[in-house]
């Protein structure tokens, strides 16, 4: 079975700038959480999305917003990127409807905002 | 590869060796665990979890414990192999709450051969 697949794996955005990530997950999951992971705050949630509705939001800043499609599919986009928006963003997938907690992890996309 | 943190803790081990990384979580209400080994130029992946109801779990090498009196959390890992190297997190839930992680700092384990 596949993994989770994020693309770009990299992004070079300018301050101002807005951007959009994807993510899709394993076959049959359908629960994706996105995470930004920084050397200074470290790994931070930002956002879940079950059966096209957002669970649950961490504490960012509206620019920050997500999505997800029917086919489980995750789009996650940031509006008017800041310096401090530089980081990599993970996406995470699981099953959902509590049938197991694990998480699965993406590669990431490395977002340099200049 | 990516950096995951500047100043992370570091645990340095020989190989063969038994390695043991602890975690302090910080919400007493967290019922469910997860330990995650990230590479550089990876996302974290998934080792062992454990529930709020046991006090010891253990994988293929590995074994969690988790001490709720002291919120503390450990993991184990025996025979350590160069190939474990690379940054460990703990994570925490409240599967009541919802499905969000809260994740410790990690730690850096090197494995001297």
Redesign the interface.
Known sequence: KAG?TQTPRYLIKTRGQQVTLSCSPISGHR?V?W?Q?T??Q????LF?Y?SETQ??K?NFPGRFSGRQFSNSRSEMNVSTLELGDSA?Y?C?S?P?GGSS????????T?LTVT | GESVGLHLPTLSVQEGDNSIINCAYSNSASDYFIWYKQESGKGPQFIIDIRSNMDKRQGQRVTVLLNKTVKHLSLQIAATQPGDSAVYFCAENTLNAGNMLTFGGGTRLMVKP
Do not use: C, K, M
Not at chain 1, 101 to 108: I, L
């Open positions: 989770v629960s959480s995470y992971q050397p200074g470290g790994l931070q949630f879940e079950f669970r649950n961490g990599l993970l995470a699981r959902g907690y694990e998480q699965y992890f993406g590669p990431g490395r």
